[in-house]
């Protein structure tokens, strides 16, 4: 059964670059069947889509934060990461790492647990 | 880029009760519209995919209906384990949630 596990610092100053890893366990990211995504959830509010990977490195973002986010994938590492530029308190969240099937490019099916990620001086 | 509405936002209803929520998309959408369930600190879960289609393992009770802009999600009999936030989402263009819809016991 694939697991997905964020990992990455829970503080980030404003202005600086938030970054973070998505480590696959019990699979292969390179399978070739699946895309990777970001998702991150403000506390006490909904969800927003941030972008997604696939293993070709074909990238797709969130049009509101496309011009501050990077997704890569190291299929070395069997990771993803997130990177995200020119943070603010407004990109206080909770984020996940997720998994999508090919087959159904509309579907998140695997989920991180999340990581709380602050920003604050 | 589409932009998802869902009401109620928030709604409590008894045990055994039928719990309807709708979702509407900017433009059409076909059914490309997926509905998930999450509970307090976890991640979301998927129920239905392609608006009407159950997630293999996912109680019967839960259904989808709609396309184009209007779409429904049904619990056909609460039970205490659904208390959850809900979110449809589309993926005709990208990928957009819904606000959410909180349900509750009353």
């Known amino acids: 059964q694939v697991q997905l596990q964020e990992s990455g610092p829970g503080l980030v100053k404003p202005s600086q670059t938030l970054s973070l890893t998505c480590t696959v366990s019990g699979g292969s990211i390179s399978s070739g069947s699946y895309y990777w995504s970001w998702i991150r959830q403000p506390a006490g509010k909904g969800l927003e889509w941030i972008g997604r990977?696939?293993?070709?490195?074909?990238?797709n973002y969130n049009p509101s934060l496309k011009s501050r986010v990077t997704i890569s994938v190291d299929t070395s590492k069997n990771q993803f990461s997130l990177k995200l530029s020119s943070v603010t308190a407004a990109d206080t969240a909770v984020y996940y790492c997720a998994r999508g099937p090919l087959q159904a490019p509309g579907v998140v099916d695997v989920w991180g647990q999340g990581t709380t990620v602050t920003v604050s001086s | 880029d589409i932009q998802m509405t869902q009401s109620p936002s928030s709604l409590s209803a008894s045990v055994g009760d039928r719990v309807t929520i709708t979702c509407q998309a900017s433009?059409?959408?076909?059914?490309?519209l997926n509905w998930y369930q999450q509970k307090p600190g976890k991640a979301p879960k998927l129920l239905i995919y392609d608006a009407s289609n159950l997630e293999t393992g996912v109680p019967s009770r839960f259904s989808g209906s709609g396309s184009g802009t209007d779409f429904t999600f049904t619990i056909s009999s609460l039970q205490p384990e659904d208390i959850a936030t809900y979110y449809c989402?589309?993926?005709?263009?990208?990928?957009?949630f819904g606000p959410g819809t909180k349900v509750d016991i009353k």
């Open positions: 990977i696939y293993t070709s490195g074909s990238t």
């Open positions: 433009q059409d959408i076909s059914n490309y």
């Open positions: 989402q589309q993926y005709d263009n990208l990928i957009t």
